[in-house]
């Protein structure tokens, strides 16, 4: 029999209007049960698993349950040498940032959220409260020497701590100014719960960005330990953890997996793809999904759920009612 | 007092077939409709029948991951208007929490299942690659719209994930604009930005499964066609495109 038709026919079934058997089918009964069903399915989880939600780090936790740690970060701070101090952009000029041969982007846009680390982790704080004399002499003595003189002081003093194992019995005599006295104010202003308040405020009254609370913490051991105990490191699949044994963002497995593998992840930190992961993974996953999102153009690709036939299971009733025929 | 509309201009006021004046019929208002009703009249919009091949599990996710996103947006709704520190001090506010939490799990589930399963049915066939694509930017869409709702729990979590997160980030430039330390613009984007922009999407992917219809089986046959077609089927064959069965 031949079929006769006004138009010509797209040689394309899919692209064509269905000709051959259809079904009932009521989309808003199936709507409107679906959303019953999910609405009942998530209350009886809520209630079951409820949700995390551990606690926000403090400063005043910090230099309480670490005061050794906060103290010698308070000194890496001051001696420009701790990793917010070193960053590059977009937060100063310390550093180049990661680069990809000439594809630098990091460098591209400059500096668009300023951190001057000594001055705004130690020094705006210490000045912002009514300190102690010896204190107030430090922060004179600071003030009033030459900046080669303020970075050999806390540079000084910051090797000598850290060649002491951080203990400040065992440190070296020397010349370090009023770099141990700024330290040691700034850890007891911290261990009272005042730094909190006044990084919050950063000497306005309304405040959303949180970027030098969060770039100060990292430089410690504090959040890195918590972290760790937590289980979400990067090494350890960490992007797609939660806190607790709740899900997390289960969707970031392929991001995170890139994190796994030792050519991203070796011991050496100089290895050019360790040092480079963030952005060589970045880029990864860009492609893989503009890869996704292109799927249907890409020959061969295209092709897969031809040659692996799960379809055969998903629309087998059709393709059984086809055999019959 | 009757309110009279004024007379249309005698030269507007020739008769068009379906009653209306051939100024009417060149109406932007009225070609819109037009196209609209064309494209999608209201029993292809909201149909009653699908393709007898429309029976498998496998449907069922895109409809759920609908449903999911519903409970997401009314949760988040709730959420939004009680302030992201509520969930702290309030155990309504946990539970809520709770609820928004676990309604992100579950659409996530939803819709990764019917990505997959559209993914095995080849479902881009017969100029349906638009829809795998808006499908593709919704899924891209929720994962950043879930990953800034992370960064504003205001907890611990958060706070790690903001830390980790910038060195990626600023790595390629992005961080310049986009600051995951930055409270105040993640909460703008989790709760304002990205939750329309997968709105919009996930809308325009319906409409656009609603105006082509849902993609046939791989290979399928349709009884219109005969043995005169098979020629041409065949010479014309892309490589996703099936191969019809011969007939007995």
Sequence with gaps: MTTVTDKPRSTDIAARDWKGPWRRYDIVKEGVIAVVVVSIL?????????????PQLTFQGWATSAPDNFYATAVQELAGTSESAGYGPPYNTAADGVSIGPIAPQQWFGVTHPVDAANDFVLTPLR????????????????????????????????????AGGDLKQIAPG?????????????DMAAAGALDGILISQGGFYQTDFTKQILFLGDGSYLDDAATAAHLQGNTWGMMNETGSYPGQAWLWLYSFWYQIPTFNSDNPDDYLTSHADAVIFYIMALLSLILLLLPFIPGLRSIPRWIPIHRLIWRDYYRSQHRT | ???????PDVADSSDTPDGGTIADSTMWTSRLRRAWMSKLPPEKLLPDRQPAYVASWIYVFGVLTLAAFLVVIVTGLVLAFAGPAWYHTSWLGHFTN??????????????????WGKFWMAAWRGRRAM?????????????????????????????WISFEAK??????????FFNVTDLGQMLLLHACLLPLVVGVIAVW?????????????????????????????????PDDTPVPEARP
């Design chain 1, 42 to 54: 998530t209350v009886l989880l809520a209630g079951l698993f409820s949700s995390p939600d551990e």
């Design chain 1, 128 to 163: 912002s409260q009514q300190q102690s004399a010896d204190v107030t002499d430090a922060l004179a003595t600071w003030d009033g020497a030459a900046a080669d003189q303020q970075t050999s002081w806390a540079t000084d003093y910051d090797t000598a701590l850290t060649d």
């Design chain 1, 175 to 187: 010349d370090y100014g009023p770099v141990p006295v700024l330290a040691q104010g700034l850890t």
């Design chain 2, 1 to 7: 007092m009757t309110t009279t509309h004024p007379a």
């Design chain 2, 98 to 115: 709770s609820l928004h939490f676990w309604s992100v799990q579950l659409f996530f589930v939803f819709m990764v299942i019917h990505l």
């Design chain 2, 131 to 159: 829809t795998w694509i808006t499908g593709v930017v919704a899924f891209l869409a929720s994962i950043g719209t879930a990953f800034t709702g992370y960064l504003v729990q205001t907890n611990f979590d958060s706070q």
């Design chain 2, 167 to 176: 060195d990626g980030l600023n790595a390629v430039g992005i961080g310049a």
């Design chain 2, 205 to 237: 992917h319906v409409l656009l499964v609603r105006l082509r219809g849902v993609v046939p089986p791989i290979d399928a046959v349709d009884p219109a066609d005969r043995a005169d077609v098979r020629t041409d089927l065949l010479a014309a064959r």
